[in-house]
């Protein structure tokens, strides 16, 4: 009888049908234990080989690895007694080779939340049993769950005998370029390697620009990936434009962002990292809720649920303002990838907007020890520490952030407003170095734009404030940037050009009420200048957001207004906040007002210390 049972498991295996060997494996194990005057030590090693590979393949993951530890410690055994069946059974299947075994082990205590465990169990292999396959997960493991600068050493070494067998593995390639190794020892690498493909110079091209996005010049790390868009037979790949995408969206340049990646998800319409990209993207561009709604629906129609899906869903409950509910999906976004680096982020916004600063510092560290490359962790920093009137921290974030985006427009931005809101006069007047030098890398960045604005009119220069957002509102048409420019307008006693930026506001968002709040002025007649003038040129002209170049949300409305919507105020990056108001609120509420609040108060060693490092 056992031999026809175990004639059938084995038939079961052969055609896969591991739900139905799982049972049938399990009975005919028993019945071996039972009559050992049947069994063989042979019959019993494959029957735990089947149990153990269906229980792998099946996912049953702490079933599997209890199995598979049993049959190693089997395999030892018939190893010691010098078994001839070992040596057939391993060579006619290659799965229940001693590798392969291990393998799996590894992979079963990685899932059950032991990764020393999984190290361990391949670090039992010779180097020279080592397969590609191992040498990744290794390379994974210590990459992801070994602390440590040994860690990190340990993760190079195995994703380096990845790319001597397999040069053509892009993400050994990028992990390498994560993990601080220099781009031209990488490229090397892969070229030098035997079983390198010949006339690849695109692959060259590729890791250039790896190497810059992970070296945090995102703008040229946009530009080496657009070339060969522009330039090779590889246009309009799938990878290719999510990586364009994915460049542009960390460099700021959201609009263009959008693009590419709009035109990734036409495409190929199941890409979950271009899903996941667009959506953040489409709530920084005002993007209307129809568009918005449309990529929800696609993502719900699918019944799968991976953390991409989760975050999809997080980021959606943050547009509608349902910050409580958009914390539980992402923590489930979490939970199943603990290094899902936007999910982090849009937990520390999350907890931003519930006014949870400290728990939100927490999230913005955790996700800098894993992508120190990310602008936003800085500015989600910032504005934490500005929140809690930590400004010396603020300000340690300014310098780590123009330190680490020299070709950025962005931390200099930030660093400009933290100025202009000193009480430092000094200081003070030394902003505008910062704002033209952003200005210098990027002349249409809209929220340097805006705070320039913002410096001529502190500086009586209404005129020149004026022209320079004509001209941007020209080429970037924005929401924000015509109500600011009616503002202005209205001050200036030129209702009837405020009255049309106003109605170019309502245009894109018929509930602009900022708009409509400087139209019931002007029929009130309040358009007044005078002595209060500069007053309310300061309320008028509140920071743009961080954006790509010609967006400028959460600028300050002139008159209280309700608490603002996310797309308003979500991503405010260069206020300054010195009262018990929310941080989505207007930086002029602490730093222009004479009300008692407290401003920013910068020494003079630090800002001229720094404007030396921007300098260098």
Request: hydrophobic content about 40%; overall charge neutral.
């Amino acid at each position: 009888m056992e031999n026809a049972l175990f004639a059938n498991v084995q038939k079961l295996y052969d055609h896969r049908l591991y739900e139905s060997v799982i049972p049938a494996a399990s009975l005919l194990s028993t019945l071996l234990q039972n009559d050992r005057d049947v069994a063989t030590l042979e019959m019993e090693y494959q029957v735990m080989l089947y149990l153990a590979n269906a229980h792998y393949k099946e996912r049953n993951f702490r079933l599997a690895h209890q199995q598979l530890e049993s049959v190693l410690h089997t395999r030892r055994t018939m190893l010691r007694f010098k078994s001839a069946c070992l040596t057939a059974i391993e060579m006619m299947n290659s799965q229940f080779t001693d590798a392969e075994l291990r393998y799996q082990l590894a992979v079963c205590y990685k899932e059950v939340g032991e990764p020393s465990k999984a190290i361990s169990t391949l670090q039992a292999l010779p180097a020279k049993s080592r397969t590609p396959r191992i040498n990744m997960l290794l390379a994974r493991l210590h990459h992801h769950a070994s602390p440590g600068s040994k860690g990190k050493a340990d993760a190079v070494l195995s994703y380096k005998e990845v790319l001597r067998e397999c040069p053509m593995s892009l993400k050994s390639i990028e992990a390498l370029l994560e993990l601080g190794v220099d781009g031209i020892e990488v490229n090397s690498l892969v070229m030098n390697a035997a079983p390198a493909p010949r006339n690849i110079e695109w692959l060259s091209t590729w890791i250039k620009g790896l190497a810059l996005l992970y070296g945090c010049k995102h703008l040229e790390a946009s530009r080496a990936f657009q070339r060969l868009n522009d330039n090779t037979k590889l246009r309009r790949n799938e990878h290719l434009l999510v990586e364009i995408g994915r460049c542009l969206y960390y460099y700021g340049n959201h609009l263009q962002a959008e693009q590419y990646l709009s035109s990734a998800v036409m495409a190929y319409p199941n890409n979950m990292e271009a899903i996941s990209l667009l959506s953040v993207v489409y709530e920084l561009n005002e993007q209307s809720a129809d568009e918005q709604e449309k990529l929800f629906t696609r993502v719900t129609a699918d019944r799968e649920f991976s953390p991409a899906h989760w975050f999809v869903h997080g980021q959606k409950m943050y547009s509608d303002a349902k910050y409580q509910r958009g914390l539980a999906f992402v923590e489930r976004c979490l939970d199943m990838d603990a290094r899902h680096i936007e999910g982090h982020l849009l937990r520390g916004n999350l907890l931003i907007a519930l006014k949870r600063y400290g728990e939100a510092i927490v999230a913005f560290r955790n996700v800098q020890g894993l992508a120190s490359y990310r602008f936003e962790v800085y500015k989600g920093l910032f504005h934490c520490y500005v929140a809690q009137k930590r400004f010396k921290e603020a300000q340690t974030m300014c310098v780590w952030a123009i330190r680490s985006f020299r070709t950025s427009p962005r931390s200099y931005t930030m660093f400009g407003r933290t100025l202009f809101h000193s009480t430092n006069p000094v200081a003070k007047r030394s902003a505008k170095k910062f704002v033209e030098r952003s200005l210098k890398i990027d002349a249409s960045y809209t929220p340097a734009v805006a705070l320039m604005a913002e410096i001529c009119q502190y500086e009586g220069a209404t005129k020149a404030a004026i022209r320079l957002l004509e001209k941007q509102v020209i080429n970037y048409p924005n929401q924000s940037l015509y109500t600011l420019l009616g503002d202005i307008l209205r001050i200036e006693k030129q209702p009837f050009k405020a009255l049309d930026y106003y109605y170019r506001a309502l245009s894109v968002d018929s509930k602009c009420v900022r708009a409509i709040n400087g139209i019931n002025s002007l029929k009130l007649g309040g358009s007044v200048g005078g002595e209060g003038s500069k007053d309310a040129a300061a309320a008028a002209t509140a920071t743009a957001a961080d954006t790509e170049p010609g967006r400028a949300d959460g600028l300050a409305t002139p008159t209280p207004t309700p608490t603002p919507t996310p797309s308003e105020t979500a991503n405010q990056e260069w206020q300054i906040v010195h009262s018990n108001e929310p941080l989505e609120m207007s930086s002029e509420s602490g730093a222009s007002d004479s009300n008692g609040d407290e401003a920013v108060n910068i020494s003079e060693p630090f800002w001229q210390d720094v404007e030396m490092l921007s300098q260098e």
